[in-house]
């Protein structure tokens, strides 16, 4: 009977799924001029060993799965959500209103400090509605949302067509820049100053050039809100015939 190399003896029985083999238990060269190591009678390659070699194709392969699934856990990522805590100074035509915001992105919550018999008022953009909270009667008005509700608390207006830097000051402690922004909608076109904060990249006040409408925000905290905020009260009652007097509205463009 021919004699086999036990070097190959051990490669065919490896290959057959065998655990035990012939060849000494000791370092042999594999077929790919790496090392073979003998233990208990099986045999590793040195890519086994140490790992996959840098440039072999299981490395490669390795890093494009990798970076498939990073670039997918990435796009499944939702985007960044402000939310903050501010009081409100509204000026318009020289008529001063004063309120407190809870703002997270798609709902916010103003309360009024004015006297009227609406006190509170959620935007809930995300369901398209508006609730106004009557509190000493415990009852509520909905509304249908208006983009006219909406708070002009991002870093670009809607329908913004240019933007010079024109000044810096500080403003309740955040370094500002002063810019001076053009906006068109249809055939509107409006020149506004707008202050944001470089740090906390907010608006801090925002005014129309002529100066007849301004909004400036105070105590800034950028912060988590509770839901409770934006939500009815549960022993509030709907109020279908609440009259217009005294119902704050949108105050100018973004309230």
Known sequence: ???????????????????????????LPNEHGGISISRFGGNRSEE???????????????????WIV???????????????????????DGR???ANIYYRDQ???????????????IVRKDKQVVWLLLSRMKHFKTMPYSPQHDLRVSEKLDGEVSR???????????????????????????????WIATDIHFPMKLARKDGSWIVEYQHVKLRSVSDYLFNLPVNFQPL??????????????GM
């Open 240 to 253: 279908e015939d609440l009259k217009n007097q005294g119902v704050p509205g949108p105050l100018g463009p």
């Open 164 to 194: 010079q830097e024109i000044g810096a000051e500080v403003r309740e402690g955040h370094p500002t820049v002063l810019y001076e922004v053009t906006t068109k909608q249809g055939e509107q076109v409006e020149v506004y100053y707008q």
């Open 1 to 27: 009977t021919e004699e086999i190399n036990p070097v190959f003896a051990r490669v065919f029985d490896n290959r057959r799924g065998a655990y035990r083999t012939t060849a000494p238990s000791h370092d």
């Open 107 to 121: 709902m916010w919550r103003i309360e009024h400090q004015s006297t009227g018999p609406v006190n509170v008022s």
């Open 48 to 66: 086994s060993v140490h790992g996959p070699m840098v440039g072999s194709p299981t490395m490669r392969q390795t890093c494009l799965v990798f």
């Open 70 to 92: 990073c670039g997918l856990l990435l796009v499944g990522l939702p985007a960044w959500a402000l939310e903050f805590t501010a009081d409100q100074v509204t000026k318009i």
């Open 96 to 98: 001063i209103h004063k």
